[in-house]
């Protein structure tokens, strides 16, 4: 009988541990997969001077971004600032003065993780590398802007196509 006790209780403690285990990697699984990554596109965006153009980015998997605070930036402006959205408004002040009045988000989308940034009136100025950050989820992605006239992009991509 004694014998008995003593393999229930072993079998028990096994139990334990294995239940232990699994809760833990339900746990981890479930906190990985909530976690939305920040995707830009693999290629440069390309405008030409005076367009209206979008850097796209995105949460995937998808997630309500109209409460989150997004911030778009290139790291070789002072102040660095693109656009700042926080608490579902854009706060103009906090934008570098030569993008005042000629970004935004579309508001509409935020819902559907679609945190892409509209330029409008494209600058030759604006060409660069443009940085889409969440603070709440610490991601980001960068987006190439390549911006030129008709002659300037022609030649470009004839150089590409002869290589």
Known sequence: MLHVRRSFMVLCD????????TAACFAL?????GQ???????????????????LPCN??????????????????LDPRFV???RDGVDLESKKHPSYTRRTSLFTDELKNGNISLK???VKLSDEGTYKC?????????TVQLVVGTWQLLRAMLTKQVSN
């Open 29 to 33: 699984i479930h906190s990985c997969r």
């Open 119 to 121: 330029i409008s009136k």
């Open 14 to 21: 096994r139990c334990s541990v294995l239940v232990f285990y």
């Open 83 to 85: 656009l700042v959205w």
């Open 59 to 76: 949460l995937d998997p998808v997630m309500d971004a109209f409460d989150m605070a997004v911030e778009w930036a290139r790291s070789d």
């Open 36 to 54: 939305s990554e920040v995707i830009g596109p693999l290629q440069p965006v390309v405008a030409l001077i005076g367009d209206d153009i979008i």
């Open 133 to 141: 950050f969440v603070p709440e989820l610490n991601k980001h992605t």
